[in-house]
Each structure stands twice: as C-alpha cells, then as structure tokens.
C-alpha cells in the first residue's frame, strides 16, 4: 500500500455499470514524509475519504476487494485514512 | 484508474478469439490538467468511447470486468467517459 | 495491451510442464509509431506470430487466458497480429 | 519477492473492515547488497517482523493469501524475516 | 517473462508457512544479449535451476502457478532454464 492526498474528485456520467455509484477520488502519491510523489491517479473510495485528507490506498486487483462486488473494473482504491505515520530511522 | 485521451483505433484480423469484436483504442495517458504522460496503450473499449474523448481506463487483470465475459486476455479498459475534473490543490 | 514486434525465440528444455509446446516468442515492444521503446520479454504466441511480425500483446495476470489452460505461469501473451494503426493526433 | 528494511508502523483508525487488526507496517526496499532503493511502501505483516528487521515482501495481488483471509484489499506483505544472503556474483 | 541469472540464495527462517520447503533464488534480471538490467529479485523455483544458470521467469500472480500450491505468497518464480536465444534483429 502506498500514501497518498485526496486532491479532487472526477465526474464521469458515461460509466461501466458497476461504477454506478462510486466515488472516485483523485489522489496524488506522496511518500512517508509528506512530499508528493509519481502522478495523481483515481482510486474509488470505501472509507469516507474527503478532499485534503492523507489516505491509504492499494493498487491492482485486489482494489474490488475494498468494493464488496465482485468483478468491478476498479485498480486502486482508498482502504484507510491516515492517523499518524511513525518513521524509526 | 488513470485518465487519457483516445487517439486512434488498431485493427487485428489473426486475434484470440476471445477479442473478435472487441473495440480496441489507442489511448495517449495524460496527467489530470491534460498533459500527456507516458507512452500510449491499447484499452479495450465498453462505454462507447470516440476517438478525441477523456476517458477513464484501468490497467491490470482487472481489466476483463469491463468486458463482462470471464477469461478475456486484455489488460486494459475504458471504464468511463471524463465530464469533469475538479482539482483542490 | 501494448504492440511489438517479435524479434527472436527462446528454447528451454527443462521447464514448468505446463509450458511444454508453449511457443515462447522474444518480443520487442514498440510505440505506435513503430519505434523501440523498453527491453524486450518473453511472450507465450497463441495466434500464429512470426519473427517480424507486430502483435498486440498482454501482460500480467490475465497472459493465461490467451493459453486457455488453468493455472499456467506466463505472465505475457500475444494475442493478435496488427494489420493497421489509425492514429489521429 | 523483495527485500526490505521495516522502519516504521502507521495507524489508520478509520479503515476497510477487512484490515481491522491488521499490522501495516513501513518498509523501505533495499537491494541485495542492503542498500536502499525506491520509495517506502506499506505491508501487511503476518510473520512477525519489528522495525529494524530485514525482511523479505510480495507485492501484488498474491499479498492476500499471506494474510489467509480471501478478499482482503492488501497489495503487499511481509513473508518472511531475511537470516542470510548468499551472494556468488 | 523475463530472462536472469541466479546469483544467490535467501534464508529465512521465520517466514509464511506455505513458503515451508520452498527454494529461494536470487535472480538478476538480463536483457536478451545477457547484459545485467533493473535489480536482483527473489524468485520461487521449481525447475532445479542453480547458482549461474539463465533463467526463464514470471512476476506477478501467476508465480504461484508454477508452485502448484493454491494461495502461496510469491510474487515471481522460476519456470525454466534457457538453453538458447534466437534473435533475429
């Protein structure tokens, strides 16, 4: 799993089916130290996520699993929302 | 879930039969303010997607949900056609 | 799915039983504009490819599909011969 | 499978359901030589590993099975704690 | 799939119960001419591959098809030993 800033939100009306209903997140990595990282992408939301909030997300086909259906057309989803990262270096 | 752009289409006469009329578009990824990033792929299209359209896509085994027929070698989809992006960095 | 163009053939003798009378073709991938672009891999050919030929081909988890065997350990597959690119940029 | 080094823990109270319970610790990947490479990640952890420990991690959609629960939305997990590495360059 | 030379063995004593048994290789990833590409890795193997040999193998979740063993924690596994590679540039 990696970390990552809610930073937006998208808006598609013409959607696979299952998407009905979804919230799609636009989320820009960031690495353990807060610094943003790689390229936003848009993960679904499970959890209640808002915009501004540092979440937890997975990437691939294990993000259906965070939906409850199965086979939703899904790679990357929000699993948690981060309460505090401790870094022991 | 990433977004990009169609910017053409590829024909495959000789293709696992699993494909035969599958819609197969070529998609220019682009980062959320529409810049374009990374090199093109081929998704396979359910939503109704034209070339010139922002589209959202998934990457990865996921992909054959889309297609709603199990067992479907394609590893890439177009799940939804972009309205509307609203960024708050 | 990404296209490239088959470059070679790798034989192995000793191997996972389920790859016996697999065709494993060394693939080169290419842009759409037919220009190298990454390492070449090793793609199980289950359309007929030959050495020169651009495929279209799949990675990842859904390779198996293109075998139509359960439970084989490819993780790439070509799945059909490219006669034409349309692209309008 | 990679290797890494466990450097730190992150607590998410509101999260999937499915990861209630669940260890999620901060893990840096390091090459073979124990040198850091890549960005941290967050993995599940079932073998017991402490911050400070090297251990060995899959990444992906096989990171459930390491947790023996179906349908958990994890994409990466510790599996093992590294004794030795044997290097014959 | 890719092609490698194994350089090395991992021990771990402590680890997920399915990896039990298992043998753990050190695999340095090689183009097609055999020049040294991206970092070492650990694959599962099941061939009888040894220290200096070339390698085939797989990454991702069809590794653990090459273990025969349903939900086994590898994300990469030997699946044969290469005897020659045609390039026909």
Redesign the interface.
């Known amino acids: 799993?990696?970390?990552g800033k809610v930073?937006?939100?998208?808006?598609?009306?013409?959607?696979?089916e299952?998407?009905v209903g979804a919230k799609?997140l636009?989320t820009q990595p960031l690495?353990?130290k807060g610094n943003e990282?790689d390229?936003?992408?848009?993960?679904?939301d499970?959890?209640?996520a808002g915009?501004?909030e540092t979440v937890?997300y997975?990437?691939?086909?294990?993000?259906?699993?965070?939906v409850r259906k199965h086979?939703?057309?899904?790679?990357?989803?929000i699993?948690?929302?981060?309460?505090?990262?401790?870094?022991?270096?």
């Open positions: 799993m990696l970390i930073i937006g939100t998208v808006i598609a009306t013409r959607k696979d299952a998407l799609l636009i690495d353990m990282v390229s936003p992408l848009i993960a679904v499970t959890v209640g915009v501004g937890i997975v990437s691939g086909s294990v993000a259906p699993f965070a086979e939703v057309p899904v790679d990357a989803a699993v948690g929302i981060v309460d505090r990262i401790d870094l022991q270096l």
